[in-house]
């Protein structure tokens, strides 16, 4: 949408309700989820980052921009390498909560240090250790 007149320059069509955006550090890259079950990534082409059993709830990009956070209502969170938008590529396998706790489709939230945070709705926050994208460690 231009600010100045309100126009609207552009619309992403989605099946069904968006529940979540976030811009990329670049400020060219869009990533959004949605109650489809799918996170996707808008750049030309725009890719589809399938996987979920249900809503996409929560999106984050990590500070640097090449790693995208999407957690859904089938109580996972995705790490996608988003290093080239066009192309991104799952992180290992999908990062659940431990058993008896809530999804992790509250919200998600890179922090400091490879840090990775990730709250739910019953009250409860699941942190990870980043350091090895590829292996993440939950921490206690």
């Known amino acids: 949408m231009e600010?100045?007149?309100?126009?609207?320059?552009?619309?992403?069509?989605?099946?069904?309700?968006?529940?979540?955006?976030?811009?990329?550090?670049?400020?060219?890259?869009?990533?959004?989820?949605?109650?489809?079950?799918?996170?996707?990534?808008?750049?030309?082409?725009?890719?589809?980052?399938?996987?979920?059993?249900?809503?996409?709830?929560?999106?984050?990009?990590?500070?640097?921009?090449?790693?995208?956070?999407?957690?859904?209502?089938?109580?996972?969170?995705?790490?996608?390498?988003?290093?080239?938008p066009q192309q991104p590529a799952l992180l290992g396998p999908p990062l659940t909560a431990p058993a008896g706790s809530g999804s992790l489709a509250g919200t998600v939230a890179f922090g400091p240090r490879g840090r990775l945070a990730a709250g739910s709705a019953d009250g409860t926050v699941q942190l990870w250790d980043l350091v090895d994208i590829r292996r993440p460690v939950p921490l206690r």
């Open 3 to 84: 600010l100045a007149t309100g126009r609207i320059t552009a619309v992403l069509p989605h099946p069904g309700p968006v529940t979540t955006v976030a811009y990329g550090r670049d400020g060219h890259t869009l990533a959004t989820g949605a109650a489809d079950g799918v996170a996707r990534l808008w750049a030309l082409p725009t890719p589809i980052m399938a996987g979920a059993d249900r809503s996409v709830f929560t999106v984050a990009f990590s500070p640097d921009g090449q790693t995208l956070a999407a957690a859904s209502g089938d109580k996972t969170l995705r790490l996608w390498d988003v290093t080239t």
